[in-house]
């Protein structure tokens, strides 16, 4: 995890302990501290790389995303058989309550992104069911959205409406689900070849960051003559403003997940139904 101001690295972890997975998650919170999800674990860090609190996930599971409620609880998403929604007490890892979520059998590829919504609700991309679903905190779904494709994130905007993103897609759903705004870049050469959008963040002025992940695990190589986009801004009409392209001097490494500063989160302000 990097942060990055006017250019230069001002702060990063990075662990070197085995088996640690992938950060797919991580929330920087106003109080500075950061929630991560390593899909085989959970912590809490501060800016003096201090380890608040952490979880490692129960035999075959795996956990990508959590949220923060209040000072003192989180809700993640547990991929398994059956997968699940889970309440936590921190730092005490003490389970307030959970409910099972619908997937299919292969952990791995069920979920890796849940938001929580204004209303104290909580959005889930299905990636493995091809939609989002919207939950109250006692797992009732509360709002289906049907897509032919796989999602990896959704968030709610400003003004209701969701910013679905997935490996080659983007798209803006109204609250009738109906798209508004939308990007294939399986269609589209220009977005400089995006091959796997994960998350994306809508600006103030229109503006949507987008960003793409590059896939090392199976031991693929950076082209330097080349190198892939981690990101791109886009403006309303599509027109690429910037690219986000640094693979040395310094290397940002791939992109799962990018928050702007300005967006901090509030975790006294987030709340799940009930939980606050």
Request: hydrophobic share 35%; net charge positive; proline share 5%.
């Amino acid at each position: 995890m990097y942060i990055v101001k006017k250019g230069k690295i001002v702060w990063k972890y990075e662990n070197m302990e085995p088996n640690q997975g992938e950060i797919s998650d991580a929330t920087l919170m106003k109080d500075g501290n950061i929630l991560v999800a390593h899909q085989y674990g959970i912590f809490e860090i501060n800016m003096q790389h201090q380890i608040l609190w952490k979880m490692h996930v129960p035999e075959n599971t795996e956990i990508h995303t959590i949220q923060p409620i209040g000072k003192n609880k989180v809700v993640y998403v547990q991929n398994g058989v059956p997968a699940k929604v889970v309440i936590m007490e921190i730092p005490s890892l003490k389970k307030l309550g959970e409910f099972p979520i619908e997937t299919k059998d292969f952990v791995h590829g069920q979920v890796r992104n849940a938001r929580l919504t204004s209303r104290g609700t909580l959005l889930i991309s299905h990636m493995d069911g091809n939609m989002v679903r919207e939950y109250d905190c006692e797992g009732h779904v509360l709002r289906q959205v049907d897509l032919q494709k796989s999602p990896w994130s959704a968030f709610e905007l400003k003004n209701g409406n969701l910013l679905v993103t997935g490996s080659q897609f983007i798209m803006e759903l109204d609250r009738n689900s109906k798209e508004v705004w939308s990007i294939d870049f399986s269609q589209n050469q220009k977005y400089y070849g995006i091959t796997s959008a994960q998350t994306s963040r809508r600006f103030k002025n229109g503006n949507t960051l987008i960003n793409n992940w590059f896939n090392q695990w199976n031991g693929a190589k950076v082209d330097q003559k080349n190198p892939p986009v981690q990101a791109i801004m886009v403006s309303p009409s599509k027109e690429i403003l910037y690219k986000l392209c640094s693979w040395s001097n310094p290397d940002l490494g791939p992109s799962t997940i990018i928050q702007p500063l300005n967006e901090k989160v509030d975790r006294n302000q987030c709340f799940f139904g009930k939980f606050k």
